[in-house]
């Protein structure tokens, strides 16, 4: 089991009590498809991807990427066993999307980079080190179930 | 991934707008590093003092960063211009190549936190690639 400190909780707790779903989540998932643009691959019918500037427009990436964000809100709720609570979402990855688990860290480090852009100074060596911990334990529990 | 002659130019623009600030940025990326990663913490148990304020992280982020912006100006033979550096790097200091991206990763989340409004997609796609080639450039030599 997982050992969260005090300030972890709190720290996960406050940044996604304060998050803008809608901008984060859609930064995200664009930031991810423009900087690693071999994780388009999971995305072939959202349309126009051809550059950047087209990704940070697409309106299916904004939706997908709220879609992505709110399924954080799982480990956030039951930190205390985000193994269990993400089981299903984990064969889902493997079994019907055929997602790498490789990609889970792409996406995590845009999420990373997004958040301390929006944090700016309050997102200090020690916040991003309470949300990196908290990202490793989702994308560790994001791939346990694949075979 | 090689660099085309678009990621240079990124790479080289925004240099320009950051240069001014390299050596805190070097510091904050150094000390997050420390903070976020402590198996990092390794190759400086010689220092006294590992925080984000001491007067050893502000050096050596200062002097990593100099060498990155030095960089930026040989970035059409990276191999090359870093030849010396890769030496050090793999005969001496012998710091696990592992770890490059580590530091990377914590260079782009400060770049970030000091300038989210340059740092776009496209600035941190060109400046990943080139932080990719550099830490490449300085493992050539391990082996």
């Given at each position: ?115 301390a852009a ?30 | ?41 390794i ?18 982020g ?12 040989k ?38 936190v ?30």
């Open positions: 089991m997982v050992e969260w400190t005090e300030f972890e909780r709190t720290t996960i707790q406050d940044i996604f009590s304060k998050m803008n779903y809608d901008v984060v989540g859609q930064q995200s998932l664009a930031r991810c498809l423009v900087v690693y643009p071999w994780t388009q691959r999971y995305f072939g019918n959202f349309g126009n991807l051809y550059n950047a500037a087209a990704i940070m427009g697409n309106p299916m990436v904004a939706a997908h990427g709220r879609v992505v964000l709110h399924g954080l809100d799982k480990a956030v709720k039951n930190m205390d066993n985000i193994k269990a609570a993400y089981a299903e979402l984990s064969v889902l990855h493997s079994e019907k999307l055929h997602v790498d688990p490789d990609n889970f860290r792409l996406l995590g480090d845009c999420l990373t980079v997004v958040v929006q944090l700016g100074a309050a997102f200090t060596p020690e916040v991003q080190a309470a949300f990196q911990k908290f990202l490793a334990v989702v994308i560790s529990s994001l791939q346990r179930q694949y075979h | 991934m090689s660099l085309t002659a678009k990621d240079k130019a990124v790479v080289k623009a925004f240099w320009g707008k950051i240069s001014s600030k390299a050596d805190a940025i070097g510091q904050e990326a150094l000390g997050r590093m420390l903070t976020v990663y402590p198996q990092t913490k190759y400086f148990a010689h220092w006294p003092d590992q925080s984000l304020g001491s007067a050893q992280v502000k050096k050596h200062e002097t990593v960063m100099g060498a990155i912006t030095d960089a930026v100006g970035m059409d033979d990276l191999i090359g211009g870093l030849s010396s550096l890769s030496d050090l790097h793999a005969t001496k200091l012998r710091i696990d190549p592992g770890n490059f991206y580590i530091l990377t990763h914590n260079i782009l989340v400060t770049l970030a000091n300038f989210p409004a340059d740092f776009t997609a496209e600035v941190h796609v060109a400046v990943d690639k080139f932080l990719a080639a550099l830490s490449a450039a300085l493992a050539d030599k391990y082996r």
